[in-house]
């Protein structure tokens, strides 16, 4: 079983930065793939960013192309998601996931992810 406890949204003006940690539990973290998601208010939930278990390949969001980044630290067991450049339009409540299939192809399906944050909020004023 792997637990993800998400932290470091709020509020923020436009044109700044937040960085989002991802802490998981479990020994096997470092073999999975992990996402970043997001959820607008009405809005359905949707893929930002993912990352290999490796750190070698990373995937975003054409709407979060060249101001997110996505990366990890296998020893520490953290995931972390970058920001910058933010606008009112990155509203929404981030969730991080795992995917335990470590040769999976397709990242940006949250329905191939096993495990899910409780999510943290990004309010983004305009």
């Known amino acids: 079983q792997v637990q993800l406890v998400e932290s470091g949204g709020g509020l923020v003006q436009a044109g700044g930065s937040l960085r989002l940690s991802c802490a998981a539990s479990g020994r096997t973290f470092s073999m999975y793939s992990m996402g970043w998601f997001r959820q607008a208010p009405g809005k359905e939930r949707e893929f930002v960013a993912a990352?290999?278990?490796?750190?070698?390949?990373?995937y975003y969001a054409d709407s979060v192309k060249g101001r997110f980044s996505i990366s990890r630290d296998n020893a520490k067991i953290t995931t972390y998601l970058q920001m910058n450049s933010l606008k009112p339009e990155d509203t929404a409540v981030y969730y991080c996931a795992a995917d335990r299939d470590t040769y999976r192809s397709d990242l940006t399906d949250g329905g191939n992810y096993d495990y899910w944050g409780q999510g943290t909020r990004v309010t983004v004023s305009s």
């Open positions: 990352i290999r278990w490796s750190g070698g390949r990373t």
